[in-house]
Nanobody, 111 residues
Framework: QVQLVESGGGLVQPGGSLRLSCAASGFEFSSASINWARQAPGKGLQWVSTIASDGSTFYPNTVKGRFTISKDNARNMVFLQMDNLKAEDSAVYYC?????RGQGTQVTVSS
């Protein structure tokens, strides 16, 4: 079955960086589009980035220029490099493929 396992979250100061990882299995990874989304307490799920099967990337304006999504087809891994983090980036971050998602990894941006 589809499995998505996120890691790499933690506590970081404003302006800092984190790199999230997502290990995927159970589907044809190289032909899939993978998304990152986040959910802050009391808020809905917010789309953060997408990487298409051809490597094209997409971001909302809220993270464009600060976040970079990438993937390694040989390892079935997706990454999210997050730079210049802000307090409003604090949330649980999920790796998603279609209707499937992992357990999430917590990102907290605070001084």
């Amino acid at each position: 079955q589809v499995q998505l396992v996120e890691s790499g979250g933690g506590l970081v100061q404003p302006g800092g960086s984190l790199r999230l990882s997502c290990a995927a299995s159970g589907f044809e990874f190289s032909s899939a589009s993978i998304n990152w989304a986040r959910q802050a307490p009391g808020k809905g799920l917010q789309w953060v980035s997408t990487i298409a099967s051809d490597g094209s990337t997409f971001y909302p304006n809220t993270v464009k220029g600060r976040f970079t999504i990438s993937k390694d087809n040989a390892r079935n891994m997706v990454f999210l490099q997050m730079d210049n983090l802000k307090a409003e980036d604090s949330a649980v971050y999920y790796c998603r493929r279609g209707g499937d998602r992992g357990q999430g990894t917590q990102v907290t941006v605070s001084s």
